[in-house]
C-alpha cells in the first residue's frame, strides 16, 4: 500500500504532497535528498531508498521527483509502475506534466490521486474512467463556467465503463468525423564500433492510436508479415486469444490517444541500419587535434533520412572546438564539453560522395593535462518517415459493430530515441 | 480550539504513528512549533483562514466552492488546515458534487485528528449508504473507511457487511477495498472479516475478485483453504482483472502453489538420491495415484493450469505483472519452462530507467541460477554510454555471469570498451568483471591477465589502478605460472600512485619475493626513502614488505629492515606503531618468545587462501525475487518468505466445485459490449452465466452475418469516396497533434476507378475479388513507395 506521495521539483522543493493514510511529515524527504546529493545525475539516483521505518521510491521524469514512501513490503516495480501511470494521466489531462501545470491544477490533481488510489490500493488508472468522473481542464469549459456560474468538475454518475468488461471505454462516444490512425513507430537501438561493424541492434517498435469512433466500434488490424512480430505486450483491450490463433490484433480501442501494442524484436534479426558515419578524431598535443565526421545514407529504401544529429561528449580536456561543417549547424558548450552538430535532411540519393554532409575541424586541448584515453561516443539520431525498419506493414483494418464507415490511416516512422544509437570512435 | 482537543489530537495522531519514530518525532515537533508560532503569525493566519471560514459559511455555492478548493490547495501544500475543520464538515451535505467530493478529501486527511468532530459527519455517511445512486453509495462507505476513528469500527463493520450484499458490484469492489481498512484499525474483527472475504472471493464479478483476494493478503493471507474452491476460478479469470488486481492474484497464487502442490523440479534429484525419502513414497503410492511412479513425474493438472493461464501476462503491458509471472515461473514451474519468461524481461529493459534498474537486479539473480535461458540474449545486455550507473553495473554484473567459453572473445572485447569509458567509475567496475572472467574462465585467464597488464600502460591512474588490484587477486589463485607478470608489475611500482594499488604491488613483492629476489630489496630501499609520505594502507605494505624481507633474506636486508621500523615505531596512526611492536617482537627479540620467534617465517609466508571474486548482488537471493527486501538487501517490515513446496501435494479434491463455471474470457466475449452492461450498471450477477453463453452466440451470429456487412460497406463505399475528399479539410483541423494528415497512408482505401469497374453482381464472388485487389493494391503501393 502506498502511504503517502510528495511530489519535488528540481530546486528540491517539496511543493506538493498527498497522504493516502496517516500523514507523515516532510522531512521524511530528507532521506531522499541525501541519496539525491550523492549522485551528480539526477538519474543515478536509486529508485528505492531504505530508510529506518519508511522505504521511498521514486521516479524521475520531466525533472520532476515523484516520491512515494511505503511502510510495509509490496513490489518496488508495483509502486513505479503506479508512480509511472500517474504521471501519464496528469500528462493526459494537462497535456504535460510540469511544476506549473500541476501547481495551475492542484484541484483537479487531488481529485485524480485521490479517484486513483483508496487508502494506497489502486482504484481506476484508466484514463477514460478518470475523465468521466473527473473532467480534464480545457478553455471551453473555463468560458462556460464563468458564464453559467456551474463549475464543477465532477460527475455524479458512476462511469458505466468501470462495470463493464471494457474498461477502457467511454459509452456514447460520438463523433462527426470517424477516424481511426494508427502510428507505426520504431526505434533502432545500436551500437556501432569504430571499424563500422554493427556490435548490437535492436528495434523497439509500438503501434501508438489516435481512435476518434462512435459508439462500439470492435477493428481488427492485421499485419502483412506478423509473424515478425515475436515479443509484443498488449494493451488491455486486445483479445490475446485472437492474436495467438490468428496472429491478428481484434479489440475495442478506448477512446483517443492510446498505446495498442508495443513488441520488441531482438538482437537475434539482423537489421539494415540506414545511415554510416565515418569519423576520424585524434587527440594531440595541444590545437593540433583532429576532428572529421561524414556521414551518409545507406539502405533507407529510397527514403530521406530527416532530423539527422550528431551528439558527442567530449573527454574533460578538451578546450575547444573550431569545426566548420558543409552542411547543417555545429555548436559546441564549453562547460558541457557537449558538441551538437545538427545535419537536417540527407537525401538518399547523393551518392556523390563530395556531397555528403561532413564536418571537419580542430580539437584545442587543455595544456598539460593527460590526452584523453580513448575517443568519444558519437551519439546519432535521425527520423526516417514512411517507413518501419523492421519491414512490419499494416495489410488492414476492418471494423465491425458500427454502421458508418470511418477513415483509416496508418503511418509508419522510423527513429532513434535520444542515445540509444552509438557509434564508438 | 481548546486545549484539551489539541492534547487529544497529539495523543491522537502519536497512537497512529506508531510503528514511525521519525515521522511521529516530526509531527511532534510541528505541534510544539506551533505555540510559538502562534503568538506572532496567528493574527494573520487566523484572518487568512477566517476569509475562507466566511466563504464557507456562505449561501452561494460558487463561493463555497471556491473555499473547498482553497482549503485543498493549503493541504496539497502540506500546510496545515485543521482549524477550519467545523466549517468545511458542515458542508458535507451540499448538493454539489464536487464540494461534496473536496469536502470527503479533507475528511480523509484530518478526521484522525479530531475524532470528536468527526463523528458529525458519520450520519451523513449513513445516509449515503442507502443513497440510489452508487456512486454515492460506494463513495460514502469509501470516505467512512478511511477516516480512520477507532469510535465507528461497529459502524464500519455494519456498513461493510451491508455493502458486500449490494447489487452494484462496484460497491461490493469497494467493500473488498475496505475490509483492509478495517482490519488495520481493529485487527480484533478478524473472523468477522473473514465470513465477509470467504463470500466476497465467491463473487461472481471479475471486478471484484481483485479487490478481494487483496483482502484475504491483508488479513489472512494464511487461511489458504479459503481458495481451494475458488482457485480454478481464479486462474481461469486472470486475464480479465484489472492489472492492479492480477499482480495481487498473481502474489496470492504464487504462495498457493508452493503449498499445494510438489516440487517440478524435484525428481531429478530423487534420481540420484533415493534414499531421501522412502517411506514417503509408500504414502504416496496409496494416496495419491498421480505420482505414483516417482521417477515419471505428472504435473497435478491445477498446478498445470496456473502455469497456462499466466502465460498470457507475461504480454501485459504493466512491467509489474510481467515480472511477477517471471517470479511466479521462477519458484513454480519446472526448470525446464522457465526460458519462456526470458524475452519478455528482455522487453522491460526497453521501459523506464527505474524499471530497468529493478528488472536488470532480477534478471541478475535468475540468470546466476539458469545462466541458459539468457544466453541468447547476450548483446541485449550490452551498455549505452548513457545508461544510468546502476543499469551499467546490473548489465555489467549479468555479462560476466552469462559469460562462457564459447562467448568470451566478445564479452572481453565489450569490456575493453568500458574500461576506457569516461565514466572512471563503470571503467573500474569493468576491470573487476574481466578479472571475474579470468578466475571462472581457465580458458582465458592467460588473455585476461595479459589484457590486465596492457591496462597498466594506460596513463589513466584510476584504469591502472584497478588493474593491478585485479591481477593481485588473479595471480593469488595461481601464482606459480606468472612469475614474469610479477615482474612486470613490480618495475611499475614507481610509476603508480594511487595508494590502493602501490598496496598491492608492495604486498605481491612481499610474497613472491623469491621469485624476484634481485628487485625486491631495492624496492624496499625505495619505499624506506619516501616512507612517512605514504598513505596509512602502504604504510602497512611497506612493513609487512620488510618483515617478509628479513625472513627470507635477513643479511642484505638488515638494516633497511631496523631503519623503516624505526621510521613506523613514531608514525602518527597507532595501527601502524602496534604493527612495528609485533612485528619487532617476532623478528628481532627472539629471546623474548621464542616459540613464536622459530616460525616466524611460516607465520609471515603462511600460504593465504585465494580471495574469491564475486558480487555483492548474490546475498540479496535469500529474499524472494522481485520484492521490497530483495531490492534492499534487508527484510523489509511484513515480509514473508515465499514456504518450500510440501513433500507431498494435497488433495486436488478440494479444489472441486460442484457447478463449474462457464469461464469465458472477456477478451472472447465483448465482442458486443453493449449487452454487457445495462444502462444503470446494475448488473444482476446471478444470471452472468446465461447472459455470457448469450454474447458467445451474438459473436457467432456477427461472423456469420459478415458478407451481409461487407455489401452494405461496398455500397456506402461510393458515398464515402466523395466525402473523404470534402472531409480531408476536417481532417487536418481534428488532429492537431499529427503533423501532417498526408502522411497517413489511407487503410481499405479504393480508387474511385476501381470502384466504379466493379460490377454489381453476387456477393460472394464480389467479395473475392475484393480482397484479391485489396492484396493487390497494397502491394502496388509497396512498389511505389519503393520507387520514390
Known amino acids: ?425 | 480550539m481548546s486545549v484539551n482537543d489539541r492534547s487529544l489530537t497529539t495523543s491522537a495522531s502519536m497512537n497512529m504513528q506508531g510503528f514511525g519514530n521519525s515521522s511521529a518525532g516530526s509531527n511532534q515537533s510541528d505541534e510544539q512549533v506551533e505555540p510559538a508560532s502562534t503568538l506572532s503569525i496567528f493574527s494573520l493566519d487566523m484572518k487568512k483562514h477566517e476569509d475562507i471560514k466566511q466563504m464557507l459559511d456562505s449561501n452561494k455555492e460558487n463561493l463555497k466552492l471556491d473555499a473547498m478548493r482553497r482549503v485543498i490547495g493549503m493541504i496539497a501544500k502540506g500546510k496545515d488546515a485543521g482549524d477550519l475543520f467545523p466549517a468545511v464538515v458542515k458542508n458535507i451535505v451540499s448538493k454539489n458534487m464536487e464540494i461534496k467530493k473536496l469536502v470527503y478529501v479533507y475528511l480523509m486527511r484530518y478526521a484522525e485528528e479530531q475524532q470528536d468532530l468527526a463523528l458529525l459527519s458519520i450520519a451523513t455517511f449513513q445516509r449515503g449508504l442507502k443513497d440510489p445512486n452508487q456512486l454515492i453509495r460506494a463513495s460514502a462507505l469509501r470516505v467512512l473507511s478511511s477516516i480512520r476513528v477507532p469510535t465507528i469500527v461497529s459502524i464500519m463493520m455494519l456498513a461493510i457487511r451491508e455493502s458486500a450484499n449490494d447489487m452494484s458490484p462496484y460497491v461490493r469492489k469497494t467493500a473488498a477495498n475496505a475490509i483492509a481498512k478495517l482490519y488495520a484499525l481493529d485487527p480484533e474483527l478478524k473472523d468477522e472479516l473473514i465470513v465477509i472475504i470467504t463470500k466476497l472471493l465467491a463473487d461472481k464479478t471479475i471486478l471484484v475478485n481483485g479487490s478481494a483476494v487483496q483482502a484475504f493478503e491483508h488479513v489472512c493471507p494464511d487461511r489458504i483453504d479459503l481458495i481451494h474452491k475458488n482457485y480454478r476460478r481464479l486462474c481461469n479469470l486472470l486475464v480479465d482483472i484489472d492489472e492492479w488486481g492480477q499482480l495481487t492474484v498473481l502474489h496470492m497464487l504464487t504462495r498457493y502453489a508452493r503449498t499445494q502442490f510438489v516440487d517440478p523440479n524435484k525428481t531429478y534429484e530423487d534420481d540420484k538420491k533415493s534414499f531421501y525419502d522412502d517411506n514417503e513414497t509408500e504414502k504416496n503410492a496409496n494416496d495419491d495415484e498421480e505420482s505414483l511412479d516417482k521417477k515419471t513425474y505428472i504435473m497435478d493438472s491445477d498446478h498445470r493450469l496456473l502455469l497456462r493461464c499466466t502465460k498470457p501476462l507475461l504480454q501485459s503491458r504493466n512491467s509489474a505483472v510481467v515480472m511477477t509471472v517471471a517470479q511466479l515461473y521462477y519458484y513454480v514451474a519446472p526448470r525446464s519452462e522457465i526460458h519462456i519468461v526470458a524475452k519478455s524481461l528482455i522487453r522491460l529493459l526497453r521501459s523506464h530507467r527505474e524499471i530497468q534498474t529493478i528488472v536488470l537486479k532480477s534478471i541478475t539473480s535468475m540468470a546466476d541460477k539458469h545462466k541458459e535461458i539468457f544466453g541468447p540474449f547476450l548483446k541485449s545486455f550490452y551498455v549505452h554510454s548513457n545508461d544510468s550507473s546502476h543499469v551499467k553495473y546490473y548489465k555489467l554484473e549479468i555479462l560476466t555471469i552469462l559469460a562462457n567459453a564459447s562467448n568470451i572473445s566478445t564479452i572481453l572485447r565489450e569490456f575493453h570498451t568500458y574500461v576506457l569509458s569516461p565514466d572512471k567509475e563503470f571503467g573500474a567496475q569493468a576491470i573487476h568483471a574481466i578479472g571475474r572472467c579470468a578466475s571462472t574462465i581457465p580458458e582465458v585467464t592467460e588473455a585476461c591477465l595479459n589484457g590486465l597488464v596492457g591496462l597498466m600502460s594506460k596513463k589513466d591512474e584510476t584504469i591502472v589502478a584497478e588493474s593491478v588490484v585485479v591481477i593481485k587477486k588473479l595471480l593469488q589463485i595461481n601464482p606459480s605460472q606468472y612469475g614474469d607478470i610479477i615482474k612486470h608489475i613490480v618495475r611499475k611500482v614507481d610509476k603508480v600512485t594511487v595508494p590502493t594499488a602501490r598496496a598491492s604491488i608492495l604486498w605481491l613483492i612481499g610474497e613472491y619475493s623469491d621469485r624476484i629476489s634481485k628487485f625486491a630489496p631495492d624496492v624496499l630501499r625505495k619505499m624506506a626513502k619516501i616512507f612517512p609520505d605514504e598513505e596509512t594502507i602502504v604504510k602497512n605494505q611497506i612493513l609487512n614488505l620488510a618483515a617478509k624481507l628479513y625472513v627470507m633474506n635477513s643479511k642484505q636486508t638488515n638494516l633497511l629492515v631496523q631503519y623503516v621500523f624505526n621510521l613506523a615505531k613514531y608514525d602518527t596512526n597507532y595501527d601502524i606503531r602496534d604493527k612495528t611492536r609485533l612485528l619487532r617482537a617476532l623478528l628481532f627479540q627472539a629471546d623474548k618468545c621464542p616459540a613464536l620467534s622459530k616460525n616466524a617465517k611460516k607465520i609471515l609466508l603462511a600460504p593465504k587462501p585465494a580471495p574469491l571474486l564475486e558480487s555483492i548482488i548474490r546475498h540479496h537471493d535469500q529474499y524472494t525475487l522481485g520484492t521490497l527486501s530483495y531490492v534492499i538487501g534487508q527484510a523489509a517490515t511484513g515480509y514473508k518468505d515465499l514456504p518450500d513446496f510440501p513433500p507431498e501435494p494435497s488433495d486436488s479434491s478440494v479444489r472441486n466445485v460442484e457447478i463449474i463455471p462457464v469461464s469465458t474470457s472477456q477478451h472472447d466475449s465483448s465482442r458486443n459490449p453493449k449487452k454487457g452492461t445495462t444502462p444503470g450498471g446494475k448488473k444482476n450477477t446471478g444470471i452472468d452465466e446465461n447472459f455470457f453463453s448469450d454474447e458467445e452466440e451474438d459473436a457467432e451470429d456477427a461472423s456469420t452475418e459478415g458478407p451481409d456487412d461487407e455489401e452494405e460497406e461496398n455500397e456506402e463505399d461510393e458515398e464515402e469516396e466523395e466525402e473523404e475528399e470534402s472531409d480531408e479539410d476536417d481532417e487536418e483541423q481534428s488532429i492537431e497533434n499529427k503533423n501532417k494528415t498526408n502522411e497517413y497512408e489511407q487503410l481499405d482505401a479504393r480508387s474511385p476507378t476501381i470502384v466504379e469497374n466493379q460490377p454489381q453482381n453476387s456477393e460472394s464472388s464480389e467479395e473475392e475479388e475484393e480482397s484479391e485487389e485489396d492484396e493487390s493494391e497494397s502491394e502496388e503501393s509497396t512498389d511505389e513507395d519503393e520507387q520514390v
Request: aromatic share 10%.
Open chain 1, 1 to 425: 500500500m502506498i502511504h503517502s506521495l510528495f511530489i519535488i521539483n528540481g530546486a528540491s522543493d517539496v511543493f506538493m504532497e498527498k497522504h493516502w493514510k496517516t500523514v507523515i511529515g516532510k522531512s521524511i524527504c530528507d532521506y531522499f535528498f541525501e541519496a539525491q546529493s550523492k549522485c551528480a545525475n539526477p538519474e543515478d539516483v536509486p529508485p528505492v531508498i531504505a530508510t529506518p521505518h519508511h522505504y521511498l521510491i521514486n521516479i524521475y521524469r520531466n525533472s520532476l521527483y515523484f516520491v512515494a514512501v511505503l511502510t510495509h513490503e509490496l513490489p518496488p516495480l508495483f509502486v513505479l509502475e503506479f508512480l509511472h501511470r500517474i504521471m501519464d494521466v496528469f500528462e493526459d489531462y494537462f497535456s504535460e506534466c510540469t511544476e506549473t501545470s500541476l501547481k495551475d491544477n492542484y484541484v483537479i490533481v487531488y481529485e485524480l490521486l485521490d479517484e486513483m488510489l483508496d487508502s494506497g490500493l489502486p482504484l481506476a488508472t484508466e484514463t477514460n474512467i478518470l475523465k468521466e468522473l473527473i473532467k480534464p481542464p480545457n478553455i471551453f469549459r473555463k468560458m462556460a463556467n464563468i458564464v453559467t456560474g456551474d463549475n464543477t468538475n465532477i460527475s455524479n454518475t458512476l462511469p458505466t465503463s468501470q462495470l463493464s468488461n471494457i474498461p477502457w471505454r467511454r459509452m456514447g462516444v460520438r463523433y462527426t468525423n470517424n477516424e481511426a490512425y494508427f502510428d507505426l513507430i520504431e526505434e533502432i537501438d545500436a551500437i556501432i564500433d569504430r571499424n563500422g561493424v554493427t556490435v548490437m541492434n535492436e528495434i523497439q517498435g509500438y503501434i501508438d492510436c489516435c481512435i476518434k469512433l462512435s459508439g462500439m466500434p470492435d477493428l481488427t488490424l492485421s499485419f502483412v508479415n506478423p509473424r515478425l512480430l515475436d515479443d509484443v505486450s498488449f494493451h488491455p483491450c486486445v483479445r490475446l486469444k485472437k492474436w495467438e490463433g490468428e496472429r491478428v490484433l481484434s479489440f475495442i480501442p478506448p477512446d483517443g490517444n492510446f498505446r495498442l501494442i508495443s513488441y520488441h524484436i531482438g538482437s537475434q534479426n539482423a537489421i539494415s541500419i540506414p545511415l554510416y558515419v565515418k569519423h576520424n578524431i585524434q587527440f594531440r598535443e595541444g590545437s593540433s587535434g583532429r576532428f572529421e565526421l561524414t556521414v551518409g545514407p545507406k539502405q533507407t529504401m529510397g527514403k530521406t533520412l530527416e532530423a539527422v544529429v550528431i551528439e558527442c561528449s567530449m573527454p574533460k580536456s578538451v578546450l575547444n572546438c573550431t569545426l566548420t561543417p558543409t552542411q547543417g549547424k555545429c555548436t559546441f558548450d564549453p562547460v558541457k564539453k557537449h558538441l551538437v552538430w545538427d545535419i537536417g535532411k540527407i537525401e538518399s540519393n547523393t551518392q556523390a560522395a563530395a556531397r555528403l554532409p561532413s564536418l571537419r575541424g580542430n580539437i584545442v586541448l587543455t595544456t598539460g593535462q593527460p590526452l584523453p584515453e580513448s575517443n568519444p561516443v558519437l551519439n546519432v539520431r535521425f527520423t526516417l518517415n514512411q517507413i518501419a525498419i523492421s519491414g512490419i506493414r499494416v495489410q488492414r483494418v476492418d471494423m465491425h459493430g458500427e454502421k458508418y464507415k470511418p477513415f483509416k490511416g496508418v503511418k509508419y516512422i522510423t527513429t532513434v530515441k535520444n542515445g540509444r544509437f552509438q557509434i564508438r570512435t
